[in-house]
């Protein structure tokens, strides 16, 4: 059985540094896509990072430089490190897997079949 835990997120000032890990059981990360999702109260899942099979990564325009995705491959682990950290990034965070995603939509939550629980990160001003 496939499953993501993503660890705890937290809370930081405007400005600040947060690494978000999600850990994979059930198969090997190295095979698989992975991505990074979000959800502000009130709006849609926005994907904000991904990263494919052979270590190609892609960014939405609003991390952008400040966030980076990457796997560690011997501890079977996805990770995100998010620095200049803004209050408009306060959101629940997901990361998400999927055995194919074509690399046209990357970002796309229809492409990822299986989730984590979510982790909250609150950005304050």
């Known amino acids: 059985r496939v499953q993501l835990v993503e660890s705890a997120g937290g809370s930081v000032q405007a400005g600040g540094s947060l690494r978000l890990s999600c850990a994979v059981s059930?198969?090997?990360?190295?095979?698989?896509?992975m991505g990074w999702f979000r959800q502000a109260p009130g709006k849609g899942r926005e994907g904000i990072a991904a990263?494919?099979?052979?270590?190609?990564?892609r960014y939405a325009d609003s991390v952008k430089d400040r966030f980076t995705i990457s796997k560690d491959n011997a501890k079977n682990t996805l990770n995100l490190q998010m620095n200049s950290l803004k209050p408009e990034d306060t959101a629940l965070y997901y990361c998400?897997?999927?055995?194919?995603?074509?690399?046209?939509?990357?970002?796309?939550?229809?492409?990822?079949?299986?989730w984590g629980q979510g982790t909250q990160v609150t950005v304050s001003s």
């Open positions: 998400a897997a999927a055995s194919y995603v074509p690399w046209y939509a990357p970002l796309s939550e229809y492409k990822y079949r299986t």
């Open positions: 990263i494919h099979n052979d270590g190609t990564t």
């Open positions: 059930g198969y090997t990360i190295s095979a698989y896509y």
